[in-house]
């Protein structure tokens, strides 16, 4: 077992992901601000560090002696980003170079990080993507996940610090916030449960690849700490649904009517996104994945008991 340090441990993948470290026998040290809330894993056994991503030196205070770091944090959202993109490129994509410096001075054996494998791969019009698509972002969220994938090349041939990327889908679940500006599922599960309209983008046509966060989490597990045939791995469910279709599995969840705003697509926004698995699953072979009705149904129960948040 590894030390290893999770970068973004309060936040929603984050959180479950030390969670499953800790399962996993690792000994794990979980950085993150913990300045608005609680520690939202629940393991005891972690070491909790306080920081800003933003401070090089408590950067280098969190790396120092691990030999995992699972870099979770981005300090945008898709839609801050794109509202934004110069706050993209000076805080996740510089401050995430300095946090590579930092791991290749620390002497960091592996860093993983979750980039995102939806936006990344743009409107091909492909059925699915696998990762030996192009690569083809046209929102600057995702342009600055495909820069950090090219510094992570740099930093290994320069300085030997070995990663894997993971392009993750859509994931969804419990602990993640559902007044954020992020999350089909969670901000329509707190619209209904609040008795208001839910926002649509377009007809409800577009096409997303949901994975539930826990079965995420043991796909990240599954490849960590194991020498492995590639450097790059989507990770998510490998099954389509529409708007519209995870409309009609919150309605079958909770019993629930409820009305839709309708809202012009942005034009960032990609129509069809789908993940080829295969790499993964050749590899690591297959897991059982929870079902959307089953995840929203987990994720739903919890937004019922925090509806404030």
Known sequence: ???AVVIGANGFIGSHLVDGLVREGHDVRAFD????RRATFTSDSVEVVTGEFLSRADLEAAVEGQEYVFHFLSTTTPATAEADPTLD???NVAQTV???ESCAAAGVEHLYFASTGGAIYGDQ???EYSESDRALPISPYAIGKLTIEHFLHYFQATHGLRSTVLRV???FGTRQKPNSKQGLIPIALRQIALGRPVVRFGDGSMVRDYVYVEDLVKMVLAITGHETAHDLYNLGSGVGYSVNDV???IRRVTGEEFEIVERPVPPTFVDRVILNTDRYRDEFGEHSLT???DGIRLTFDEIREHTDV
């Open 89 to 91: 490129i000076r805080t």
């Open 33 to 36: 601000r913990f300045s608005s």
């Open 169 to 171: 889908s859509n994931p």
């Open 291 to 293: 079902s959307l009705d």
């Open 247 to 249: 409309f009609d599995s």
């Open 1 to 3: 077992m590894a030390r």
């Open 98 to 100: 300095e946090l590579l």
């Open 125 to 127: 019009g492909l059925a």
